[in-house]
């Protein structure tokens, strides 16, 4: 059966910026969906004005691996839905967190720390260098690789050491950022990926969409057995 995945946006900048939709005319979701259905994974969207942002109970528990893109209307995403989307990573749901998602606050509850981190927008460039290159999430690409133009992120990195760093980025005015990071939580796993600033093309780019195809095969659940916690009678008989 293929990867179930569904695609989640928040969707604002789209509707207020015409700058946003020359990029992204029918959101940044339906790009993101294009190249994974192209894939041959099974791909849904959802996005913050639908009824429960679209993440009810039922197509979370019908989604393998969620990816999440929101910036500025992070305090409207329900906490309801965030402690629903919680509960299916930990019992094996993937996440993939993309670029200003680093605020979400799915993001922040999993990681347990601020997020924060530090910016610019002036459209430099950025190198994205491959560290892991044995990692699946590497598969396919070259040593490094280069995104034209970028709203810059830099260290510090408020978030948990990553269980595996797959990218580190250089940016043309000096900062350095750990863009590619993989985590554990409970059964899921989670990979947030920086790069995906609105205004620029970034989605649309072949080397950004082969780190996220990689990234859904990477996150999806490996139907390994839910771990049942609490006392237990020994195996073997004690004396
Ligand atoms: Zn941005």
């Given at each position: 059966?293929?990867?179930?995945v569904?695609?989640?946006?928040e969707?604002?900048?789209e509707?207020?910026?015409?700058?946003?939709?020359?990029?992204?005319?029918?959101?940044?979701?339906?790009?993101?969906?294009?190249?994974l259905?192209?894939?041959g994974?099974a791909v849904?969207?959802?996005v913050?004005?639908?009824?429960e942002?679209?993440?009810?109970q039922e197509?979370?528990?019908?989604?393998d691996?969620?990816?999440w893109?929101g910036?500025?209307a992070?305090?409207?995403?329900?906490?309801?839905?965030?402690?629903?989307?919680y509960?299916?990573?930990?019992?094996g749901m993937?996440?993939i967190?993309?670029?200003?998602?680093?605020?979400?606050?799915i993001?922040k509850?999993?990681?347990?720390?601020?997020c924060?981190?530090r910016?610019r927008?002036?459209?430099?460039?950025?190198r994205?260098?491959?560290?892991e290159p044995?990692?699946p999430?590497?598969?396919g690409?070259p040593?490094?690789?280069?995104v034209?133009?970028?709203e810059?992120?830099g260290?510090?990195f408020?978030?948990?050491a990553?269980?595996?760093?797959?990218?580190m980025?250089?940016?043309?005015g000096?900062e350095?950022?750990?863009?590619?990071?993989?985590?554990?939580r409970?059964n899921g796993?989670?990979?947030?990926f920086?790069?995906?600033?609105?205004?620029?093309?970034?989605?649309?780019?072949?080397e950004?969409?082969?780190?996220?195809?990689?990234a859904?095969?990477?996150?999806a659940?490996?139907?390994?057995?839910?771990?049942?916690?609490?006392?237990?009678?020994?195996?073997?008989?004690?004396?």
């Amino acid at each position: 059966m293929s990867i179930r995945v569904t695609v989640w946006n928040e969707g604002r900048h789209e509707q207020r910026s015409e700058r946003v939709r020359s990029v992204y005319p029918d959101g940044i979701h339906t790009v993101i969906a294009q190249f994974l259905s192209a894939q041959g994974f099974a791909v849904r969207t959802a996005v913050l004005d639908e009824p429960e942002h679209g993440l009810t109970q039922e197509v979370l528990d019908n989604t393998d691996v969620l990816i999440w893109w929101g910036h500025m209307a992070h305090k409207e995403v329900s906490d309801a839905v965030v402690e629903r989307v919680y509960q299916r990573v930990l019992d094996g749901m993937g996440l993939i967190p993309l670029h200003s998602a680093h605020f979400s606050k799915i993001f922040k509850k999993l990681m347990g720390t601020t997020c924060n981190l530090r910016w610019r927008e002036v459209g430099e460039k950025e190198r994205i260098w491959v560290v892991e290159p044995g990692h699946p999430i590497a598969a396919g690409l070259p040593p490094y690789f280069e995104v034209p133009q970028v709203e810059m992120y830099g260290e510090r990195f408020d978030v948990p050491a990553p269980d595996t760093l797959v990218f580190m980025s250089w940016f043309a005015g000096g900062e350095v950022f750990r863009s590619g990071c993989c985590y554990h939580r409970g059964n899921g796993r989670i990979f947030y990926f920086r790069p995906g600033h609105e205004t620029y093309p970034i989605y649309h780019q072949p080397e950004i969409q082969q780190v996220i195809v990689n990234a859904v095969k990477w996150a999806a659940p490996n139907n390994g057995h839910l771990p049942v916690f609490g006392k237990v009678d020994p195996l073997e008989p004690l004396a």
